[in-house]
């Protein structure tokens, strides 16, 4: 997820009652919903480290329990620093809950998308997806600013008018009331999404694979992806209405093997790549002085874009002469 929506949910959360428990609570639970995101800081190395680290131990279940620890222990050691007021003191229980609520807050809402999470790090590096939300999902956002901006307009008038300050747990409390809806909303349209993709076969052939992707906004839209013997089939599907066949986007039949793709394969950036692949698809080009080898992962593959593509340079003798991962950009008409 975005870091925005992680922040918005992380103030529902405090808002709900946590900011009464403890002061620095809103702070606490901020930062551990946006504190996991530093392990993209690999990527400073190189993409291939970017895409094997991202989402790897700081998004696991060991991982966001010692960021809550490390977390509560610099906001308590501030909060003790701080002037002594009237109202609510510094709690270290209660900061332990809100960092430890905040992080995990943000392994929820990365496992509910596509990308997905490695929750038994380092003691497992599979990955985990809900499949439900797309990454950025304008709706869930919109609720949040709405339930989060109003009572905070009327906190405005009210101070305004001098009237007496009260406090406004309403508006967080419908937000995550909301954020359980749309789960909700959205896990019932996956399985629907699911099972029509299950019920046709595609070129005479019986699905081996399937997968259903969320598109933003609409949550009965979705992206399929159907595995069969020879091909994939990617796919639009209308999870309102089952009774619509899905619609055929593209058709990508599974190369030939040979000894450039393998040679690709074998790679650091193949490796990875293929570790976080869920429906990988190859793709090889000669070149002037050798070979392009592709890897795509049709989980974000479109229309207009490949997603996110593995790319490795190959001289005549499959010697590797470069590698790389990047999100491609949009295609160019004609372009396959």
Known sequence: MDNLTHTLTAV??????????????????????NLPDLDILAGLKDSAAYLQHHRGFTHSLLGITVLAVVICGLMYGVGKRLRPRPGVPVRGWWLFLAALLGTGSHLLLDFSNSYGVRPFLPFSGRWYAWDVMFIFDPLLLALLVLGLGVPWLLRLVSAEVGARRQRHAGGAIFCLAAMAMIFGLRDFAHRRALSILDSHTYSEENPQRLGAFPLPANPFAWTGVV????AF????????????????IETLHKPEASPALEAARKTRTGRIFLDFARFPLGNVEPTEDGFRVSLCDLRFYSASRRGFVAQVEL????????????FSPPRRAGEN
């Open 12 to 33: 529902a959360i405090s808002q709900a009652g946590l900011n009464r428990k403890t002061r620095l609570a809103t702070l606490t639970v901020i930062l551990g919903a």
């Open 315 to 326: 001289d005549p003798n499959l010697q590797v002469r470069s590698e790389s991962f990047h």
């Open 233 to 248: 089939h990617v796919l639009r599907v209308n999870a309102l209405n089952p009774n619509t066949p899905p619609e055929e």
């Open 227 to 230: 595995e069969t013997d020879t």
